[in-house]
Antibody, heavy 119, light 111 residues
Framework: QLQLQESGSGLVKPSQTLSLTCAVS??????????WSWIRQPPGKGLEWIGY???????YYNPSLKSRVTISVDRSKNQFSLKLSSVTAADTAVYYC???????????WGQGTLVTVSS | QSALTQPRSVSGSPGQSVTISCTGT?????????VSWYQQHPGKAPKLMIY???KRPSGVPDRFSGSKSGNTASLTISGLQAEDEADYYC???????????FGGGTKLTVL
């Protein structure tokens, strides 16, 4: 059974960079045909797709966040990461990592991690 | 403002059926058969309920069904049960520039 687990700082100061990692177990991140996504949910609000990386290393980002987002993969550790720069209070959210079947759907999700942007 | 439009809330009594709509455009819902639906209980991660408009993952009850007409996709839950009370989100592929768009979510209340 595939499992995803987010980790990283739960508190980030404004203007700094948010960094999260998603550890994948029960399967290989290098398996073909899958994308590895970050999705966030501000408190009390809906889901927002941030971006994803394919097993090939190709990345796709939400245009509204593209200038601040970097998603990368570490195959040796079977994990992928998110960096979001120049954060503001509007970036406060629960951040989820998820496996996608290409861009069709997301079938496995992490439990989510709350990141608060505050001084 | 979300890219896909869903009703804020719907409700139904146990045993009844409810339908949640998800309206997009010809650039997303109407243009591809890549609509998915997610159920989210409070404090939990979303769970895939429907993919490719109308397909059910293994383990999802057949009370959940999906369809699409034009630019509007729909999730129908028949034989409502108390545990169906949750938030539901639609999602669609929207082309190479913005591959993924979500709806704003619908809160389902089982009366």
């Amino acid at each position: 059974q595939l499992q995803l687990q987010e980790s990283g700082s739960g508190l980030v100061k404004p203007s700094q960079t948010l960094s999260l990692t998603c550890a994948v177990s029960g399967g290989s991140i290098s398996s073909g045909g899958y994308s590895w996504s970050w999705i966030r949910q501000p408190p009390g609000k809906g889901l927002e797709w941030i971006g994803y990386i394919y097993h090939s290393g190709s990345t796709y980002y939400n245009p509204s966040l593209k200038s601040r987002v970097t998603i990368s993969v570490d195959r040796s550790k079977n994990q992928f990461s998110l960096k979001l720069s120049s954060v503001t209070a509007a970036d406060t959210a629960v951040y989820y990592c998820a496996r996608g079947s290409g861009e069709r759907f997301f079938d496995y999700w992490g439990q989510g991690t709350l990141v608060t942007v505050s001084s | 403002q979300s890219a896909l439009t869903q009703p804020r809330s719907v409700s139904g009594s146990p045993g009844q059926s409810v339908t949640i709509s998800c309206t997009g455009t010809s650039s997303d819902v109407g243009g591809y058969n890549y609509v998915s639906w997610y159920q989210q209980h409070p404090g939990k991660a979303p769970k895939l309920m429907i993919y490719d408009v109308s397909k059910r993952p293994s383990g999802v009850p057949d009370r959940f069904s999906g369809s699409k007409s034009g630019n509007t996709a729909s999730l129908t839950i028949s034989g409502l049960q108390a545990e169906d009370e949750a938030d539901y989100y639609c999602c669609s592929y929207a082309g190479s520039y913005t591959p993924v768009v979500f709806g704003g979510g619908t809160k389902l209340t089982v009366l």
